[in-house]
């Protein structure tokens, strides 16, 4: 069954620390993105990619990096974590919106910078 | 640029009553995509229903929703809500990319 998987489920980080979230896809998407969601702002977009070595900005993506290596594998790196990052990230994929491609997201990754 | 308004950020009801959920949006497309997605207490957003014809009624689960695009609406509506309904909604517009509103929790009673 085609899925969206992230990794860790849970992590906790110290200030000033890197931090590597993985995420896997074998729904063969193009498209692959990361979300952050707190409450009171509901999804907000890190970064994106269009394909295999590509990335783009989104709305909220200082303090972030990505890396898609693959189809399949998407990253968000956080270089030097701080405590405002603390939140729930998710990982998306899908293929072109505006042609009615809906996006599977993985189970989300608990953050808590300390 | 492309939005999307979602009015209500917290909805409280009654367990048997009608839901609605109000969403409007702002697009410079003619043909966009309209999409609802329901998220459940620590779980990740999935798919409830989608739309691109213009007055034409969809429905899933339950839930049913128009997409209006005189009046740039696309509000879910659901005849009787249940307890198992309680759960955070995002309405989506597609461009190149899905546009999210701010979301609206759904919290029914009994």
């Known amino acids: 069954e085609a899925a969206v998987t992230q990794s860790p489920r849970n992590k906790v980080a110290v200030t000033g620390g890197k931090v590597t979230l993985s995420c896997n896809q074998t729904n063969n998407h193009n498209n692959m993105y990361w979300y952050r969601q707190d409450t009171g702002h509901g999804l907000r977009l890190i970064h994106y990619s269009y394909g295999a070595g590509s990335t783009e900005k989104g709305d909220i993506p200082d303090g972030y990096k990505a890396s898609r290596p693959s189809q399949e594998n998407f990253s968000l790196i956080l270089e030097l974590a701080t405590p405002s990052q603390t939140s729930v990230y998710f990982c998306?994929?899908?293929?072109?919106?505006?042609?009615?491609?809906?996006?599977?997201f993985g189970s989300g990754t608990r953050l808590l910078v300390i | 640029g492309d939005s999307v308004t979602q009015t209500e950020g917290l909805v409280t009801l009654t367990e048997g009553l009608p839901v609605m959920l109000n969403c409007t949006y702002q697009?410079?497309?003619?043909?966009?995509?309209l999409f609802w997605y329901v998220q459940h207490l620590n779980e990740s957003p999935r798919l409830l229903l989608k739309s691109f014809t213009d007055n034409k009624r969809t429905e899933h689960q339950g839930f049913h929703a128009t997409l209006h695009k005189s009046s740039s609406s696309f509000h879910l509506q659901k005849s009787s809500a249940q307890l198992s309904d309680s759960a955070l909604y995002y309405c989506?517009?597609?461009?190149?990319?899905?546009?999210w509103g701010s979301g609206t929790k759904l919290i029914i009673k009994p």
């Open positions: 998306a994929s899908g293929d072109e919106a505006g042609a009615g491609s809906d996006y599977t």
């Open positions: 697009t410079i497309y003619s043909n966009p995509f």
């Open positions: 989506a517009l597609s461009n190149y990319q899905l546009i």
